[in-house]
């Protein structure tokens, strides 16, 4: 699948690239993959989160 691209005034058309992007990515798989599938990026934007946190306070 191909990198997503998002303008950068982040418009409704947008929103709809990202939820066409992950039905794309997410229609083959089995319940059980989805669930791994969404749970990795949760992890993943949290760890993120947290790391911009640790940066903003040593600012």
């Given amino acids: 699948m191909d990198k997503l691209s998002l ?3 982040f ?3 947008d929103i709809h690239k990202i939820r ?3 039905y794309e990515i997410t229609k083959e798989m089995s ?3 989805k669930l791994d599938y969404y749970n ?3 992890t993943a934007a949290e760890e993120e989160i947290q790391r911009r946190r640790i940066l903003k306070r040593k600012k």
């Fill in 7 to 9: 303008s950068p005034d």
């Fill in 11 to 13: 418009t409704i058309d």
């Fill in 20 to 22: 066409e992007h992950n």
């Fill in 31 to 33: 319940t059980e993959e």
């Fill in 40 to 42: 990795h990026l949760g």
